[in-house]
Each structure stands twice: as structure tokens, then as C-alpha cells.
């Protein structure tokens, strides 16, 4: 499903607002939503250890994601990291903790519902070293070469202009910086319409992107060590994968950051 006229982006992007507005007083309210209505459990029941999550404002939006991109993002101390579509903030706050005080971890979002939410969880946290902004991925608001890693959860899919995000992506990396994100991508050889319908039972609402497809609009963005992974089936011909991806370029070592 391909959303390409003004009206049908912005209607599409209103959806994906309200749906993630209503997420965000249903985990006010401690009840824990879901990414996917066709199989809640399935999805993103347990991509997170418990121990990990326990105690930790904003676990409760645990179940909002498709996998865990931390589980392969290999954060270092020091780094800054940015999470996409950062929701009530849990990504932010555990890469906080990973990156330490000489870290810094942004979240970004467009659901003004999220990021209220976001910013009570770190103040009741207690974590100094995050900061939420309001926006759309693909517009990121940060200079070039301001973050040495991009994670993002079950969120890429979507957005009405994928290639966008991924140019944005490659913009605000550092040379050396890397990509680490969980997200639905599509079989290869499946029906268009079938696979479009597919991937609206578990939130797609944008469709999915084919595999191949995915992994070109990465290279096409300037991106490099392009993997897609797939970890389980969401629904027919639909896959919950974790991407990984990054910027050309020389790391500082040591710390872990990218040159700038």
C-alpha cells in the first residue's frame, strides 16, 4: 500500500498520531498496549530481558515495539545516541544508562501524548544525559554529523516517505556511525496488495517494504554493511527483522565516537 498524494500522506499520518496518542494514555492509565492487534503476544512479547525493564519508568510501553534494537546497537560510553519515533522513551532511557554520563541519548517524536510521557519517565528516572524532540523522522531536527548511532523501534514502516527517513538517517550519522533498528519489512516475492494487506493487521499502515527494496534505499542513502535479519513472522509475507547499517567513514577509538 503506497500513500502518494499530499492529502493521503497527511491523512495517513494523522492516523499513525491518533493510534500512538491512544497508546500513550493507555500506558498512563499502566495498562500495556500493543504493536500488533493479529498477535500481541507474538510480535514483541519478549524482546526485552525483565531484568533489564525492572523498575524503569516507561516499561509498561515495552510492548509497542516489533524487537529490541538495543540488543544489536553494541552502545558504547560516551556515544550520542538517537532513537526514532521514541515513543514513552524506554529505548532512551537504556541507552542512557549504556552511554553513561559522558553519553547523550535524543528521542524523537511527533505524538505530543508520547513525548510528555517521554519526559516524565526521564524526569522520574532521574536521567540528566536525554533530551525529546518534537518532530517528524523524516525531517530529522539535528545538524549533520551530530550522532554516532540511530536506533529505532517498529517505527520506519511507518513513515509516508521511507527513502526520506533513510537520507536522514545517513545525514545525521558520523563517518563510522551505525544504524541498529527493529522494524517489519516485507517478503520479496510477495502480492503488493496481499502483502499491503497483510501488513495492516499488525500496524503497517503505510506498508511494508520489500527486503531488497530495503536494503537499496539504504545503499542509495550512502549507507554501507547493510544487513537485514529476519526474526519471526508478523503475519504472512510480513517479518519483523532488525537492520543494521552504517555511515563510511573512520571511528574514533577509544570512547566509541564517530569523527565529526
Excluded at 26 to 54: F, H, I, K, N, W
Excluded at 129 to 144: M, T
Excluded at 230 to 256: C, D, K, L, M
Aim: glycine fraction near 12%; proline fraction near 5%.
Amino acid at each position: 500500500m503506497t500513500i502518494d498524494h499530499a492529502d493521503g500522506s497527511a491523512a495517513a499520518r494523522e492516523r499513525v498520531r491518533a493510534r500512538y496518542a491512544t497508546a500513550a494514555g493507555q500506558v498512563r492509565a499502566g495498562r500495556t498496549p500493543s504493536c500488533s492487534d493479529a498477535d500481541p503476544a507474538g510480535m514483541c512479547g519478549d524482546a526485552y530481558d525483565p531484568a533489564e525493564l525492572a523498575g524503569l519508568p516507561g516499561a509498561g510501553a515495552a510492548g509497542l515495539g516489533c524487537g529490541n534494537p538495543l540488543a544489536v546497537a553494541e552502545l558504547v560510553a560516551g556515544e550520542t545516541v538517537l532513537d526514532l519515533g521514541s515513543g514513552a522513551g524506554l529505548d532512551v532511557l537504556l541507552s542512557a544508562r549504556r552511554v553513561g554520563p559522558d553519553g547523550f541519548a535524543y528521542g524523537l517524536d511527533m505524538t505530543d501524548e508520547m513525548l510528555d510521557l517521554a519526559r516524565r519517565h526521564a524526569a522520574e528516572a532521574g536521567a540528566t544525559n536525554v533530551e525529546f524532540l518534537r518532530g517528524q523522522i523524516e525531517a530529522i531536527p539535528l545538524p549533520d554529523a551530530s550522532v554516532d548511532v540511530v536506533i529505532s523501534n517498529c517505527v520506519i514502516n511507518l513513515s509516508v516517505d521511507k527513502p526520506a527517513v533513510f537520507a536522514e538517517i545517513a545525514r545525521v550519522l558520523r563517518p563510522g556511525g551505525r544504524v541498529g533498528v527493529s522494524d517489519l519489512v516485507g517478503d520479496d516475492d510477495a502480492d503488493p496488495r496481499d502483502q499491503a494487506r497483510a501488513a495492516a493487521t499488525v500496524g503497517a499502515i503505510t506498508g511494508v517494504v520489500p527486503v531488497g527494496d530495503y536494503r537499496a534505499q539504504l545503499e542509495r542513502a550512502g549507507l554501507t554493511d547493510i544487513t537485514v535479519t529476519a526474526t519471526h513472522e508478523a503475519a504472512p509475507t510480513v517479518w519483523s527483522a532488525i537492520i543494521q547499517a552504517s555511515r563510511p567513514g573512520v571511528s574514533r577509538e577509544g570512547a566509541g565516537r564517530s569523527v565529526s
